[in-house]
C-alpha cells in the first residue's frame, strides 16, 4: 500500500455518539485538536452512530487539504430508513434516534450501494481506504462478492486501497492468504492483554507487505487509564484479567510509565502496524492519548513483563527502547 498513515489515528465511533451523545461543535472541535496533534489518519464507518460520525467526520474535514490526510470508511451494513424507529433510540450502543436500520450486505451491489451512501454523508469526493466491515458471519459472499467489488474500485482509481476490518485474527489471516487486499484493521487482537494477531496475521502481513492498523488498544477501557478499568471488550472485565492488568499495571509505574502508554507503545512498535487509531469523545482526550502515543517506554520494561508471564516473549520491541 503506497498510502502514508500517521501513526496515530483517529477513530470516529465516537463521533458517533457512541455509549452517549456529544454536539456537533464538540464533535468538530475533536477533529481539529487531532489535526492540531498532528494525526492524518481518520476512519470511520456507517455503523458509528447510523452515519453520524461520517456525516460529522466530514463536515470537519472541508477545511483541510484534500491530499493531506487518509480517510477510510467500511461496507457491509447498509442503511435503510426505519420510519417506526424514529421516537426510539439505536440499540447498538450508539445515542442516536433508529431511523435508520442496519442490514447486512457484502455482496457487490451492497457493497457498491453502501459506499455511494457514505460518500454523500461525507461530502467528500473520495474516500482513500474501504474496509469489509465485521464480515463473521459472511466469510463466503464477503470472499464472492464484497473484495472483488472494492478490488475493482482500486483497480479504476476510485479508492486507494482496500481491506477488512474486524475484532478477530483467524479470519483476517485468511483473507491475507486468499484475497489481494492492501491493509487490515485489526481490533484488539494485539494488545497488552491479548496478542493471538502474532499467532499467524502479523507475521503473514511482514511476509505479504499488508499494512496494518491496529485498533483496540486499551481493549474497550480496561487498559485506558493508569489504574486498570472493569470493561473488556465491550463488557465486565473477568477478575482474572482485571488482575492481570493491575499486575502489569504496577510494572509499568516501577518505570514510570503509564499503563496507556504502555498499552499503545506495544502496537506501534511492531513493523507490520502502520498506524494505531484511537477514539476520543471530545479534544482534551486526544491530546491526552496523543501525549500517551509519544511516551518513552524502557526496555527493561518489556523485559520484566515478559519475564513475569505477562507478555509474550515474541512481541516486538520497539527500537531505541533504552
Not at 453520524?52 to 467526520?57: K, V
Not at 455511494?116 to 469489509?132: A, M, N, Q
Not at 483473507?175 to 502474532?198: E, I, K, N, S
Not at 470493561?231 to 518505570?255: K, M, N, Q, S
Request: one cysteine or more; a negative charge.
Amino acid at each position: 500500500m503506497e498510502l502514508s498513515l500517521s501513526p496515530l489515528g483517529l477513530g470516529c465511533a465516537q463521533l458517533g455518539n457512541l455509549y452517549h451523545a456529544i454536539s456537533d461543535e464538540t464533535a468538530a472541535a475533536t477533529v481539529r485538536r487531532a489535526w492540531d496533534e498532528g494525526v492524518r489518519y481518520f476512519d470511520t464507518a456507517p455503523h458509528y452512530g447510523l452515519g453520524l460520525s461520517e456525516t460529522r467526520l466530514g463536515a470537519a474535514l472541508r477545511s483541510y487539504p484534500r491530499d493531506e490526510y487518509v480517510l477510510s470508511t467500511k461496507v457491509g451494513r447498509v442503511l435503510e430508513p426505519n420510519p417506526d424507529g424514529a421516537g426510539e433510540r439505536d440499540d447498538q450502543g450508539f445515542a442516536v434516534p433508529a431511523a435508520y436500520k442496519r442490514r447486512w450486505d457484502f455482496s457487490r451491489d451492497g457493497v457498491l450501494r453502501s459506499f455511494e451512501d457514505s460518500l454523500t454523508r461525507l461530502g467528500l469526493d473520495r474516500v482513500d481506504i474501504v474496509y469489509v466491515h465485521d464480515p463473521d458471519d459472511h466469510f463466503e459472499e464477503a470472499l464472492r462478492g464484497a473484495f472483488p467489488a472494492l478490488r475493482e474500485l482500486r483497480d479504476q482509481g476510485v479508492i486507494r486501497a482496500f481491506g477488512a476490518g474486524m475484532n478477530q485474527a483467524p479470519m483476517l489471516t485468511e483473507f491475507v492468504r486468499r484475497t489481494d487486499l492492501d491493509v487490515l484493521l485489526v481490533a484488539g487482537r494485539y494488545t497488552l492483554l491479548d496478542q493471538p494477531a502474532l499467532d499467524e496475521l502479523l507475521p503473514l502481513c511482514v511476509d505479504r507487505g499488508v499494512s496494518v492498523v491496529a485498533g483496540g488498544a486499551f481493549n474497550g477501557g480496561i487498559l485506558a487509564t493508569a489504574e486498570p478499568g472493569r470493561v473488556y471488550d465491550y463488557a465486565d472485565a473477568p477478575p482474572e484479567l482485571v488482575e492481570r492488568a493491575g499486575r502489569i499495571a504496577e510494572v509499568c509505574a516501577r518505570h514510570g510509565v503509564e499503563l496507556p502508554e504502555a498499552a499503545l507503545a506495544l502496537p506501534m512498535a511492531h513493523p507490520a502496524v502502520a498506524s494505531v487509531v484511537v477514539g476520543a469523545h471530545d479534544p482534551d482526550q486526544v491530546s491526552v492519548n496523543a501525549r500517551r502515543a509519544r511516551a518513552a517506554v524502557p526496555l527493561q520494561l518489556w523485559k520484566e513483563l515478559v519475564d513475569a508471564g505477562l507478555l509474550r516473549a515474541d512481541v516486538v520491541i520497539a527500537e531505541g527502547a533504552s
